[in-house]
């Protein structure tokens, strides 16, 4: 067994490796890029290295640097996570060559899956069954469009290279192909290197079903079960859960068993996962999409049914162990769902947030298990994938699961930067989720039923301003009247009117006056109540007209946060509120809708446009947002280049709207 092993990732895959490996007593070493020191990987590990600048070319991909930290530090194999280097075979023939050991499967087995033309063709040589479409490596554009147009409408462009949904499109006519290739493309190089595409028939009323399997090296393969993985969004799995509601005993037998011999044909070791897209309609008809040769993001629910620790499975294997349990040895036990907790916001399209976590709150509890990289100081940035946590639940069967899940997110609070906790919980509640009647299109479907902010409730206007009070007025017994706080006369108390304005809501009047600990408290037009506020830390108690609830409360940079409930609610007094004169789209202001870097730049300055038009597109967090003009005029300001960052709605282009006038007398 090793007794140092090198981490090759960052954030929560790495704390969670890092957790594994301190349980078997093996010393952990973290690898961090600049932007990184000081994570949380990097406190729980037993030694950490820098390895570069943020970009992660120059730090968590460059090969060169983390077999340097190996070295130096004495590590004698690398697990990599998964993401950046973990199904790269060059780092995987690069390790075998610096007599590193590589926690993962044979170069052969990666070579033979990570090209999904290869992969494709070397499974159906073992009879497993393959979705319709065109592999051939190397197609031009030309020839992709007419694999599209031979496969038919509607097809799915796919990377050849990578996965997780990075640079896949689907498109329905042949017009559309060509800006979906050349984003396909551009995104599939930035992501991986290699903009080879392959195209597929488009399944549409499809569900995204995955078995684990674990191999050694002497012979051995098995499968642990299924993961249902259909509730995504832009091909990102969002909600995972095992076993699949869909199967019964017989299709998860057959699925398995394919499975296994795809592994088997690749002389696979390892944990590795096999994915397959079942037609919701004819649910017997299964094909192989893909296999992921390294662990899953959505391995903790194989976990929680099995019993089994994958990370050490992986660790022992790499050892040169035999797989302790065999085919036989397979049970599942209960029911596991788990959810992704991103930074973005879901009204906003899904769009990447950043910031600094100011408070934090992480669900526990009976059958609840949260894998995080957040602590209170971290930095969220734009150069990483915004995926912040993993929050699971188990139970002895799927609706008792499902309803932990939504408690344990309902006391999930991250303070500081918006994430999308709350949609979590709404896809949970949806009928069809918890129905068990799921597909990838579920939540495309659904839209604004999903996304729509809500704005917080009154009780939780009154809170913030309990919160205001509490802060502002003098600690300790009021001795001398002149210390009294702002709006506060002798006799009775005058009232102070706080303006608060939530996302997703008008600005609120809201009026309290006495102390925080004997208060009362009005909303909008609503009668005033009695209230009492006391905050100890990061925790604030309110009891209102009798009843009694309990907040985590940051106030920072202007804005009260609050949460309770799977909310959290950010308030800003309205005169603090920058002023959006001008800025409206109807002006033809164009503003970045999100944190980033503008990768391309479509137009120039004086170039005539239509409402629209493509005028630039900004990336983060590896996601491309392609900006358009909101009016049709004249490009009259474009202060970006590609390449340059820029701030979540910063101006990134005017357009000048077309006078009445001129479109007059051109008609």
């Given amino acids: 067994m090793f007794d140092t092993v090198l981490v090759a990732n960052r954030g929560e895959i790495a704390v969670r490796v890092i957790r594994t490996l301190r349980a078997m007593g093996i010393r952990s070493v973290a690898v961090h890029s600049d932007a990184d020191a000081g994570a949380l990987h990097t406190r729980l590990a037993d030694v950490a290295v820098p390895i570069g600048p943020a970009p992660a070319a120059q730090s968590y991909l460059s090969i060169e640097r983390v077999l340097d930290a190996a070295a130096r530090t004495g590590a004698q194999a690398i697990h990599p996570g998964y993401g950046f280097l973990s199904e790269n075979v060059e780092f995987a023939r690069a390790c075998e060559a610096a007599g590193v050991v590589f926690i993962g499967p044979p170069v052969a087995a990666i070579e033979a899956m990570a090209d999904k033309i290869r992969a494709k063709q070397t ?23 007419d694999a599209a147009v031979a496969v038919g409408f509607p097809v799915l462009l796919k990377p050849s290279a990578g996965g997780g949904g990075k640079g896949m499109r689907v498109v329905r006519t042949k017009d559309e192909l060509p800006d979906a290739i050349a984003g396909a493309r551009r995104e599939a190089r930035g992501s991986f290197g290699d903009d080879t595409l392959l195209v597929e028939r488009y399944v549409g009323n499809s569900r995204h079903i995955e078995v684990q399997v674990l191999g050694d090296a002497h012979g051995t ?48 070791t390892g944990a590795g996962t096999v994915e397959f897209i079942v037609d919701a309609d004819r649910p017997r008809d299964f094909f192989f999409l893909e296999m992921n040769t390294r662990l899953q993001v959505e391995h903790p629910v194989t976990e929680a049914i099995t019993g089994l620790d994958l990370v050490e499975l992986q660790v022992r294997v790499a050892a040169g162990e035999r797989l302790p349990i065999d085919q036989s040895d397979v049970s599942l036990d209960g029911h596991a769902i788990e959810a992704r907790l991103y930074a973005e916001d879901p009204a906003r399209g899904f769009l990447p947030q950043a910031g600094t976590v100011l408070g934090l709150v992480e669900a526990d509890g009976p059958g609840v298990r949260v894998d995080s990289s957040l602590a209170v100081g971290t930095v969220v940035g734009t150069d990483y994938d915004p995926m912040l946590a993993k929050v699971v639940a188990w139970a002895p069967d799927r609706e008792t699961a499902r309803a932990r899940l939504v408690a344990a997110l309902g006391r999930t609070a991250v303070l500081g930067v918006s994430t999308n906790a709350a949609f979590l ?7 069809d989720v918890v129905a068990g009647k799921l597909d990838t299109g579920l939540i495309e479907r659904r839209g604004a039923d999903l996304t729509l902010p809500e704005p917080p409730p009154p009780h939780v206007h009154a809170a913030a301003a309990l919160a205001l009070l509490a802060e502002r007025e003098p600690a300790g017994p009021l001795v001398d009247p002149w210390e009294l706080p702002d709006g506060w006369r002798l006799g009775e108390p005058a009232w102070t009117v706080h303006r608060l304005q939530a996302a997703g809501g008008e600005p609120v009047a809201v009026r309290v006056r006495g102390r925080a600990a004997a208060a009362e408290v009005a909303v909008g037009e609503g009668e005033p109540v009695p209230a009492r506020a006391v905050r100890a830390g990061d925790r604030l108690t309110v009891t209102l007209d009798g009843l009694t609830s309990s907040y985590a409360l940051v106030h920072a940079d202007g804005a009260v946060w609050l949460a309770a409930d799977g909310h959290v609610a950010v308030f800003r007094e309205q005169e603090r509120l920058a002023s959006s004169a001008g800025s409206t789209a109807a002006d033809g202001v164009v503003t970045a809708p999100m944190p980033g870097t503008v990768t391309v730049v479509r137009v120039a300055v004086g170039d005539e446009v239509t409402a629209g038009t493509p005028l630039l597109v900004v990336e983060a967090m590896k996601m491309e947002h392609v900006l358009t003009a909101p009016v049709d005029g004249v490009v009259a300001e474009l202060p970006v280049t590609a390449g340059r960052t820029v701030a979540l709605d910063e101006r990134v282009a005017l357009v000048t709207p077309a006078s009445p006038d001129a479109e007059q007398q051109e008609t």
């Fill in 425 to 431: 919980r709404a896809l949970l509640s949806d009928p």
């Fill in 221 to 268: 393969v098995i499968h642990l079960g299924e993961r249902e993985c259909s509730l995504q969004r832009r091909h990102q799995k969002v909600i995972e859960e095992a076993p699949s509601p869909l199967l019964d005993t017989a299709m998860r037998a057959s699925m398995g068993r394919a499975a296994v011999e795809a592994a088997k044909v690749v002389g696979y």
């Fill in 123 to 145: 499974v159906m040589a073992a009879g497993v069954p393959v979705v319709p479409g065109r592999t051939e490596p190397g197609m031009t554009d030309d020839q992709v469009i």
